[in-house]
Nanobody
Framework: QVRLVESGGGLVQAGGSLKLSCAASGSASSITSMGWYRQAPGKQRELVAS???????NYRDSVKGRFTISRDNAKNTVFLQMNSLRPEDTAVYYC?????????WGQGTQVTVSS
């Protein structure tokens, strides 16, 4: 079992920045992939960015150049630095991990970008 605790969401004006954090506990040493997804009202959950143990990253096109995912393997924590935020980035952001073939989700943190 892996438990994920997210933090860092909030309300920000367009063009502003936020940094999300997700700390994993439990069987966290077996985590291979960590990532961030988001879900806006009435829309499907979508991948924002992901990172594997070796450090390789993947981003959805709309956030490339604005968002940066990073990972502290020693602390089993993943971060999402979000810059130049846009109103269309407004969503609930979820941390997701893959460990021993199982997928775990955090509880979600709200990010609201005002225009």
């Amino acid at each position: 079992q892996v438990r994920l605790v997210e933090s860092g969401g909030g309300l920000v004006q367009a063009g502003g920045s936020l940094k999300l954090s997700c700390a994993a506990s439990g069987s966290a040493s077996s985590i291979t992939s960590m990532g961030w997804y988001r879900q806006a009202p009435g829309k499907q959950r979508e991948l924002v960015a992901s990172i594997i143990s070796a450090g390789s990253t993947n981003y959805r096109d709309s956030v490339k150049g604005r968002f940066t995912i990073s990972r502290d393997n020693a602390k089993n924590t993943v971060f999402l630095q979000m810059n130049s935020l846009r109103p269309e980035d407004t969503a609930v952001y979820y941390c997701r991990t893959l460990s021993l073939g199982y997928v775990y989700w955090g509880q979600g943190t709200q990010v609201t970008v005002s225009s």
